[in-house]
Every structure is written in C-alpha cells, then in structure tokens.
C-alpha cells in the first residue's frame, strides 16, 4: 500500500478553507443524515486516574464516501514538555473500501471546525445587530471564534477575561488589529453584563470550580458555550429562554449533562432543519451548550481531502467520487 499523505497543519492553512465553507458543508451534512447518507457515532472517552483525557469521535458520509475518525489526548503536564495540552490526529479512510485516504492534524482542524459549530448556531440564535463579544478564556479557540464572528456580525467591541496573561494580550492584539475596541476585564461578570454574544472556552485543565452566572447576559444575548458547562452555574441556567445542544442522542448517555434536559429545545442538528426554532423574539437570552460534535470533523476533513487530492490520493489509487 502507498504511504498515506498527512495534512499538516501549515498544509491545511494552504487550502485556504473558510469558515463559511466549513458552516455550508455542516449544514449539508446535517441535512444528509435526515436522508440516511451520512452517520455519526456517540463520543467516546477515557479519563485515567493521572488525569489525562483521551476522546475519540467517529463519523462517516456516502457524499463523499468517507469514514472520518478522530482520536485526541489532553494532557496539562504537557507544557512541561514544550507541548500544546492537546495533541491528536484525524484518520481518513474511503468510505466504501476502508482504504486509508490521508491522516490531518487534529490540534489545527479542532481549532477550525469548532467555531464553525458555533456559527451555525449563533446564526439562528443571535440578534443580527450582535456588536459586543465577550470571551471567557483566550486561548486558541477564542482567537479563532474572533475570527469566525467578524464573518457574521457587526462587531465593534470585544472584552476579555482569562486565567493567563499572555494569552489575554495575545487576543486583545488580534482584536486591537482587526480595528475593534478591547475591554481588558477585571471579572467575568464585568466582561459578560451587556455583552451581546459570550464566548466561553475554559480549557479541562486545570480544573476551575464554576465562576459564571446565566443572570448576568442582558435580555437579547446569546452564550455559545464550548466547554461542556464547566464554567457554568448549571443551576443558573434558567435564566435562558432557548437552549441548543449539539447532539440529543449522544447527550441521553452522558451521565453528567449539559443542562436540565427539560430545559434543552433541540439539538444542532433540530436547530438547522427547522424542528425547533431558533431567537423567537429579539429579548430572548439563548444559548448552544456543546461538547463537541462528530459532524464538525466529517464536514472539515471532507472538505480538506478532497480540497488537497480532488479525485486522487496523491500517490495512492482511488474510485472517482470518494473521499
């Protein structure tokens, strides 16, 4: 068998995939699997008794015909060693042969995909005149979020609260370049009253008990939550008027939950077919509460592999049509 091509992350960045292309592909894939083409299995996951954890999500598609596969482990004692906390890698394989197709750089492609996630439900969850982002961690996906949210709405504003310092200059810089007015907060709560949209992304390590309120959003805002409610008062979680998840199947077997299941509206996949609503009125508080979600990863890495080998796999043979 030939060598299977991996993606790095620079090669990714050449493709020059869009936000807007990652949201298109999705919200057709999403449509897909009302369709029966397209599959995902639930998450899987192991925590070990030192602290690591390992995932793995799994989804495939007949178009393109493709078996997507991604495996991570987050680590904290990894910046000791020089590392990112996460590291993992993303298996392509033909959907119909089971042939190896390529392998992606999964740290690159999360940072991508995930707030594509997030786009497509804060566009039907957020008022369209959303000009005050606030983000709740500044990492890798806050920057990221940044950049996906300029696609989509009006900004002038941003404020940041964070656990580290560098990382809040680092965003505060991304965001002083993209001619937006930066807020530097002294607490959560400073960053989220009157913000239109609240981006939280706390990283699982290290822990922090929860430090955010749901009270504190002014009437019309939205919260895209990406961090499994870790730093969320669930018991606050009332004060939403909506609440989207991502995936209701995979959320009837966890045995913490997202939220109140009486207080979830739908899923993602609910939200983009018209099953449940999206903003009902311009004074609703909503929110997309997600772990992660499977169809993120099919919908980039189909988009990438096909974008880098068009119908070949560089050196390996394959049908017309495939992954």
Known sequence: MAKVPFLSGTA?????????DVMDMIEELLARRDRGTVWWADKSMIRTPDGRYMMSVMAAAD?????????????DRNGARGLPALNGLIMVLDGDTGVPVATLDANRVT????PALSCVAALRLCRPD??????????????SHLDAYMELFPLHTIRLFGRGRPNIDRLARLGRDRGLGVE??????????GADIVTSTITLYPPVPPFLDAGWLKPGACAVITDSSLPWFRETFGAF???????????AGMAK????????????????????????????R????????????LAFAALAVTRAFGNSRGAMDRSPGTC
């Open 12 to 20: 990714i960045d050449a493709l020059a995939i869009t936000g807007r």
């Open 130 to 143: 959303t000009s005050i982002a606030a983000f709740v961690g500044c990492g890798v996906q806050a920057r």
């Open 241 to 251: 008027d909506r609440i989207i998840i991502d995936d209701m199947q995979q959320e």
């Open 286 to 297: 909503t929110a997309f509460n997600f772990r992660s979600h499977p169809v993120g990863d």
């Open 63 to 75: 178009d393109p015909a493709c078996l997507v596969v991604k495996s991570l482990i987050v680590n």
């Open 111 to 114: 940072e991508l995909r995930t």
């Open 257 to 284: 939950k997202l939220a109140d299941p009486d207080m979830v509206s739908g899923d993602l996949a609910d939200l983009v077919a018209g099953r449940t609503g999206g903003r009902g009125s311009p004074e609703e």
């Open 184 to 193: 530097i907060c002294d607490s959560p709560r400073q960053a989220v009253e």
